[in-house]
């Protein structure tokens, strides 16, 4: 049998801000960029729950308003019915959903589909799809305004869209290729 191996993890809290008032364009001579209010308006929060193939580069991933144990469950049905044939093994933290009581007895009624491999504690950093939520809060999430939940919702999904639409294999690398030196002039 074939295993899939996914590194997954949750975004909890992402914000749907509003502005209360709409934001002001550049003006040649007065200021070179968008100038915002300092007030806004919150419509509430989302969750993103991802796991990206290390064998493909594809990223799966579900959007939620809440984060608990049937969230995680439906994104591993999801998994299941991408991978029918496959055994899928899962790089994740050990967050309290993962092994809840409602997690085991999902667990329970698809034997040896899925095997867990938990990161050790503060580590969880070691998980690549911790890089791509990091790319994802700087180049879209970082100062975004939307008018609902929805439209926050529907970027978000946009987003990972556009990245599985050329997706990347992350490779870990010991060294850069090509060089010899370490910062600060240090051969190794």
Do not use: C
């Amino acid at each position: 049998m074939k295993t899939m191996v996914i590194s997954y993890d949750e975004k909890p809290g992402i914000q749907a801000i509003g502005n209360v008032y709409p934001d002001l364009m550049p003006v040649e001579g007065h200021y070179s960029t968008i100038e915002r209010d300092y007030e806004y308006k919150r419509h509430g929060t989302l969750s993103l729950l991802a796991g990206i193939d290390l064998i493909s580069g594809r990223i799966y991933y579900k959007v939620f308003e809440k984060h608990r144990s049937w969230e995680f469950i439906q994104f591993l049905k999801e998994l299941e019915l991408i991978y029918p044939e496959e055994k899928i093994k899962i790089l994740m933290d050990n967050h309290k959903i993962h092994t809840s009581i409602e997690t085991r007895e999902y667990l329970g009624t698809v034997p040896d589909k899925f095997e867990f491999v938990f990161t050790p504690k503060h580590a969880s950093w070691l998980n690549i799809i911790e890089s791509f939520f990091s790319k994802m809060t700087r180049s879209v999430l970082r100062g975004i305004r939307v008018d609902s939940i929805k439209e926050l919702r529907e970027r978000i999904s946009q987003y990972i869209d556009q990245v599985n639409e050329k997706t990347v294999i992350f490779t870990w690398r010991y060294k850069m290729e090509g060089r010899d030196e370490m910062p600060g002039g240090i051969t190794i």
